[in-house]
């Protein structure tokens, strides 16, 4: 039983792998990653910010007890001018407790000093990372575009080149069933003109001897009017061929003397 709840899981996890694979546009997962990172480098920024102000609150510590320590050592100066130990010796005390506090002061100070420098140097690096990514980022998205373009380009190429094939086909088949409804027409004309099938257009009752009569009748009608057409021609217009040989005419002096 278990073994089915972990194909069936597993399975599950598939389908939803190869849905999201599909819903996914990688140029939105380098965007994102490119948001991700940016913020990224704006944590490390604040943190050197912040480092930066705890040292130089650190600092302003520093100057301020080294400032009491230098007016101490002046009370304790003036106390002993003036005869008082116990005052110079209460001023030297107190002077020994802010040089304790200067020095450990000043040891946190170079710690911020040194983290400082390391998150200054991280955030240098980070930012020469999210450029470089920046950089790759914007080439993918326009390879990725570019492919995406093409491969929209070849669909629509190969469904037309399907398209055009299907096409070519019916016209193909058009022409073979138009070729072939020609050369019936054209044997059955030939029937009919052998004899060997009867036209039906002809009125009931006609056999093949009548219709050759019939086209005997025709072409002699034919050569009748042809004739009569050449009777009525001009005899002017009649070929030379057909007229008797010309009388010489006699020259003149000899008609005279005639």
Known sequence: MTSITHRIAALFRIKANKALDRAEDPREVLDYSYEQQLQMLQKVRRGVADVATSRKRVELQVNQLQQSAGKLQDQAQQALAAGREDLAREALTRRTAVASQI?????????????????????????????????????????????????????????????????????????????????????????????????????????????????????????????????????????????????PKKPPDQEATS
């Open 103 to 247: 020095t450990d002061l000043q040891e946190q100070q170079a710690s911020l000093q040194a983290q400082e420098e390391k998150l200054t140097l991280a955030a240098q690096r980070l930012q020469a990372k999210v450029d470089s990514f920046r950089t790759r980022k914007e080439t993918i998205k326009a390879t990725y575009t570019a492919a995406e373009a093409q491969t929209r380009i070849t669909e629509a190429v190969t469904g037309i080149g399907e398209e055009l094939g299907d096409v070519g086909l019916a016209m193909q088949r058009a022409q073979d069933k138009t070729e072939q409804m020609q050369a019936r027409a054209g044997a059955l004309d030939e029937l009919i003109a052998s004899g060997a099938l009867e036209d039906a257009t002809l009125p009931a009752g006609r056999d093949d001897i009548q219709a050759e009569l019939e086209r005997v009748s025709a072409g002699q009608d034919v050569e009748i009017e042809l004739a009569r057409m050449k009777a009525q021609l001009p005899a002017a217009s009649a070929p030379e061929a057909l007229e008797g040989p010309e009388t």
